[in-house]
RNA sequence: GCGGGUAUGAUCUAGUGGUUAUGAUAUUAGCUUCCCAAGCUAGUCACACGGGUUCGAAUCCCGUUACCCGCACCA
């Protein structure tokens, strides 16, 4: 019997084609899903009308990156220290530790492990139970020994090594932003919990590059007399964006935008606002990229309160990050209003003598000098490739240059809003989900907001007649030629074809019945209050456009 | 990863160490002039996988996998 309402869902998810477990005639494995007709295009919906919100309202531009990620790029960003040890937990002193890092040097970790020659560097305890804190899916690019890489956890990173280029794109004015939807990869211990913890998943990433000491948002003034439900881990409370910002609930106006943006994207999507609230990260719970983070929870009957869309100001960690690590310059220019003129010290190489001294390196060393500010600097060192190499005072100038400096550099801080896609379509399943009595027979509604909806509209010729069917189809066939998604279906009773429709959340259904052939009206009838109206037959396109529209 | 439980058509489920393995829903074909899962007739589809015990296993045992519940984990 099925126990509650997860169940219910599940079942109902995978008869009718929503989402179910991947690979189940092989045996399935743990953490993938599929999603099936009605689940694609649920999933659709769901994105686009994301889109709408950030592509459209919020005026951010999408890209799309590979899913497998250089190894570089995940080692700049912390992911691979992040993602990879094996840890033990010591409980005498509550900490955590890296295998690798309290053991005897020279010790294999697999031998550390299997003799229990872990210690607890602080009170000497022997340490067991130890586990990886969650993997990267890792791979190689190319033959033989190719490149390492990984699966991407997270889309951002593609945005982040993008950020010169989409600067440049954006003719380098912030605030701006860049989103991807893509899938992303964890390879968790265990994962539980049915589609909200899944090993391949889809993200939808928004990364809006800020000028730190502007975190103001254009469109701020527009939403802030809006109500945000706030949870600060001790009561929850309902606020107005401004009142958020200015009482420093919520740090800057940047954050509390997309706090609000992420709120009325989930509330349009269907998700029940008695089911919802916005929870402030704990210091000691943030991630490693992280200064400040909301998370978006949605309650589920089964699972309690779940994190589906985290929005976290990111700073400048990435940034820096890829800047330090790949040397691309990733800076934004604050422009002056007037350009100013500066009197500089700079390094000027001799090259005739840089040459001869370090041969092919001279070249990487004139590219060092070039940035350098001599005011600042005594003794001119510089690094090749981890070497530190003092440079003589016969190899260069320091000459006093005017400049004219139009702006000063920095680097951009971000916002990220970070949804959880297939969490999200779970719940819009969960909320929407309604059982009903009819004639003492159960009765499963799922009262999905249209413009979601996979099936838009039913089509049914009232009965089994040719010139009913006629219409029907023709009607059927223009609605799917106009992008309106329609299900045709003229078998079994006018109510078993009703209740098939409510099942899978379809808003409408349009009946030809014998009245239709003289007056040309059909019935629409509505599934959430089943009332019917007669249209003619020539408005229901316009009728159900502005039904449906995103 | 540890402990406990579960596994029968698409879905829910009955089942005893012994012939062609229940029933319902769904579904397919037909009949029915049909606006809220009506009825009738006929049909399709199942014992998770791999070993073992046994004359004989869907049933008992072991392993694997998946799912569920706790613990840990969720950067």
Redesign the pocket.
Known sequence: ??QDIYDKIM?VA??RGFIY?SFEIY?????FYDYGPLGSQLKNNVENLWRRFYLLQDNCVEISTPTITLYEVLKASG?VE??TDLTV?CSRCKRSYKVEDIIEKGTPIEEAVKENKILCPTCKTTLQDA?P??LMFSTTIGIGEGRKAFLR??TAQGIFTNFHLLYQYRRKNLPFGVVQIGRGY?N???????TL?QREFSMAEAEVFFDPQDKTHPLFDTIKEKQLFLFDNEKEMKVSVADAVKNKIINNQALAYYVYLTQEFLLTAGVDPKKFRFRKHAAN????YATECWDAELYSE?FGWVECVGIADRSAYDLNAHIESSSVDMYAIRPFEQPKEVLMKKVVPKMNMLGPRFGGKAGKIKEQLDQMDAATIKKVTVTIDGEILEVPKDCYDIVEVREKQTGEKFVPHVIEPSYGIDRVLYFILEHNYVEEK??D?E??ILKLNPKVAPIKTGVFP???DENLIRIAKKLDTDLRAAGISTFYDE??????R???MD?VGTPFCI?V?HDSLNDTQV?V?HRDT?K?ERIKIQDILPYMRDKISL
């Not at 045996?27 to 953490?31: N, R, Y």
């Not at 968790?188 to 049915?194: A, K, N, T, V």
């Not at 719970?285 to 490693?288: G, R």
């Open positions: 019997m099925p079942m995978k008869r477990p045996g399935g494995i743990a953490g992911h992040e993602f937990d586990h804190v969650n956890p997270e964890r968790e211990i265990s994962p539980r919990q049915g913890r719970e943030l991630a490693h089964r009819k004639k027979e009765y499963t009232l009965i089994n078998s079994g009773t006018i109510g078993r009703y209740a098939r099942e009946t019945d019935t009838r089943t019917q």
